[in-house]
């Protein structure tokens, strides 16, 4: 990655989350701690952040809308949504959640021909417009500001009326007996609509979300047909997965 496509993807978490931590930001980038700690330094002379020991912290509001229009997936983001894609075909509806990893999976569907996309997130919505002629039908609903995505009653509705082959969602937590687990509780319950309508659910969860359990639960393992993970996902919780029928993809 190139030192502007860092300091780019440095800018838009900062705007989104509104502090960074060093070593998270070194191994997303994959990039050593001294290269990191240069781009910070760039960003704080042009005003951008602030340095603080371990990290940095905005200058400026949090802002959902500019965050959404400026992110960047990282290298490892972008590995997992291509191999998310690639459990696609052509022909297929699908719905795909909100989060940040779900714009490196929308990267990827934007290549496929003859897709319809359904979502709730607002970031999907604006790439797969933007860059592709693949049909997308966004839900209604009320936003979500930190999840950048529609909820409540309205998106829901919207779910039921519709069709899709498999879904495509993210997860807060993966833990075994404790299953999957988010932390926005409107979200949530989207997320169940989702499970109890879809033939087939795809999870994306990197490997900081393995062992981790969030405040909400969502479902139990069984819920899941295919995790889409790193290469750092613990090979004992895998194991385990794969025992209980679950396919684990890595990239």
């Known amino acids: 990655m190139l030192a502007i496509e860092r300091r780019q993807a440095i800018a838009s978490l900062i705007r989104k989350q509104s502090s ?8 997303r980038l994959e990039a050593s701690a001294s290269t990191i700690r ?16 371990g990290g940095a912290v905005s200058l400026e509001p949090t802002s959902t809308s500019a965050a959404m229009q400026t992110e960047t997936p990282s290298p490892h983001e972008m590995r997992m949504g291509a191999a998310a894609a690639n459990l696609v075909a052509e022909g297929e509806t699908i719905f795909v959640g909100s989060g940040s990893i779900m714009l490196a999976v929308a990267h990827h569907i934007a ?9 709730n997130a607002l970031n ?24 950048g995505a529609l909820v409540g009653h309205l998106a829901e509705l919207t779910l ?7 879904a495509i969602i ?14 926005s509780l409107p979200d949530v319950r989207l997320v169940r609509t989702v499970l109890d309508l879809m033939p087939e659910v795809i999870v994306m969860a990197d490997s900081h979300k393995w062992g981790h359990v969030g405040p909400a639960f969502l479902a139990p393992l069984d819920a899941v047909d295919v995790i889409v993970t790193d290469l750092d996902a613990p090979p004992a919780m895998v194991w385990d997965l794969t025992e209980l029928g679950i396919k684990t993809v890595q990239a």
Do not use: C, F, M, N
Not at 124 to 143: D, F, K, M, R
């Open 160 to 166: 039921r009326e519709l069709r899709a082959d498999r």
């Open 38 to 53: 240069r781009d910070l330094e760039h960003l704080e002379q042009q005003g951008v952040l602030k340095r603080i020991h």
């Open 111 to 119: 290549q496929k021909r003859d897709i319809t996309v359904v979502t």
């Open 20 to 27: 960074v931590r060093l070593k998270d930001l070194s191994k």
């Open 170 to 183: 993210g997860v807060k937590g993966i833990q075994i007996p404790d299953g999957l687990t988010g932390d």
């Open 124 to 147: 999907v919505a604006t790439y797969l417009t933007t860059h592709s002629e693949l049909p997308v039908i966004l839900t209604g609903g009320q936003v979500d500001r930190s999840e």
